[in-house]
């Protein structure tokens, strides 16, 4: 078996050779294929760690190769890229276990991003559970871990690419920090805890439903955060510190801040996140 760190599937020889010289100069071993048939061989007798791979492929479709990569022993973190009907492929992705998904034109910075997270996550990456995938309706069993919650937001920024930059910008925030809250405090970054999120969208509203596996939390006990301080007091910084807690503390103010409505449920192990549209 031979082993190299990447495959780069792309029918299109310029984005092909783009991609393979872009992830070579950061010193990554790449091969390329053309084709599905040619992935699909090279995949079989390779050991790669993260594949590449373009949906609209000759030969072999991008998604058919996604299936059969889930069968074998060690299979890749596969992150998928397309052009074309971007939600849709992005949900059949999703329902095909992809690591992640990039939307062409690809960033160079993200792209990096991608699979540089892909290769620091190790083989042991959890499997995040499709409970619906339609566009206006998306649930999701989630890990605790924060390369779930990483992956979780990049499918879901893709299910708000019609909106205007500036509310995608915010509601993207919001989702994370809700998101991050119930894997963190909720689950304990424990993998074998799951978040229930859902995402459900209507003509004028957006929703997110996050459902966290902890015993649920009090306000009035939330002295690392920033929700009770006066503007410009930073004491909770002081406290977060002390506890050994990252910098921050200001993840509720900005949901808040964000939000239109933003409800918890009585043991507030649960929270609806509402955007109107209008």
Same mark, same amino acid.
């Given at each position: 078996? /031979? ?9 299109? +020889? ?27 061989? @090279?995949? *079989? ?13 000759? &030969? ?16 890749? @973190?596969?992150?998928?890229?397309? !052009? ?7 949900? +059949? ?16 910075? #993200? ?10 996550? =190790? *083989? ?29 937001? *990049?499918?879901?920024?893709? %299910?708000?690419?019609? %909106?205007?930059?500036?509310? #995608?910008?915010?509601? !993207?925030?919001? $989702? ?9 405090? =909720? ?30 939390? /009090?306000? +009035?006990? %939330? ?19 002390? &506890?050994?807690? #990252?910098? !921050? =503390? $200001? =993840? ?16 507030? /192990?649960?929270?609806? $996140?509402? @955007?109107?549209?209008?």
């Amino acid at each position: 078996m /031979n082993h190299s760190d990447l495959l780069v599937v792309d029918d299109d +020889d310029a984005t092909r050779t783009g991609l393979r010289q872009l992830l070579a100069n950061e010193g990554f071993t790449v091969e390329v294929a053309r084709d599905g048939a040619e992935a699909m061989e @090279k995949i *079989s007798s390779h050991d790669f760690r993260v594949v590449l791979l373009d949906v609209r492929l000759p &030969k072999i479709g991008g998604l058919e190769i996604l299936a059969r990569c889930g069968g074998k022993w060690r299979p890749p @973190k596969v992150v998928v890229m397309t !052009g074309a009907d971007t939600t849709e492929v992005m949900l +059949d992705a999703l329902r095909r276990h992809a690591y992640d998904f990039l939307a062409k034109p690809i960033e160079p910075s #993200r792209l990096i991003e991608v699979v540089t997270r892909a290769f620091s996550a =190790g *083989s042991g990456v959890t499997t995040i559970e499709v409970i619906s995938a339609r566009a206006d309706w998306v649930e999701l069993l989630v890990p605790c871990t924060r390369d779930a919650a990483d992956r979780i937001q *990049s499918f879901v920024q893709q %299910l708000e690419t019609d %909106l205007p930059a500036e509310t #995608r910008d915010s509601v !993207g925030l919001a $989702f994370r920090e809700l998101l991050l809250n119930g894997i963190e405090w =909720g689950g304990q970054l424990n993998p074998a805890k799951k978040v229930r999120v859902a995402c459900l969208r209507t003509r004028r509203m957006l929703l997110y439903r996050i459902a966290d596996p902890g015993l649920g939390f /009090n306000f +009035d006990d %939330l002295s690392h955060a920033a929700i009770h301080s006066a503007p410009g007091d930073i004491a909770h910084d002081d406290v977060r510190h002390e &506890k050994g807690l #990252r910098p !921050g =503390g $200001f =993840g509720l103010v900005l949901i808040r801040a964000i939000a239109d409505e933003l409800i918890y449920n009585e043991r507030q /192990n649960e929270v609806v $996140f509402v @955007k109107y549209l209008d």
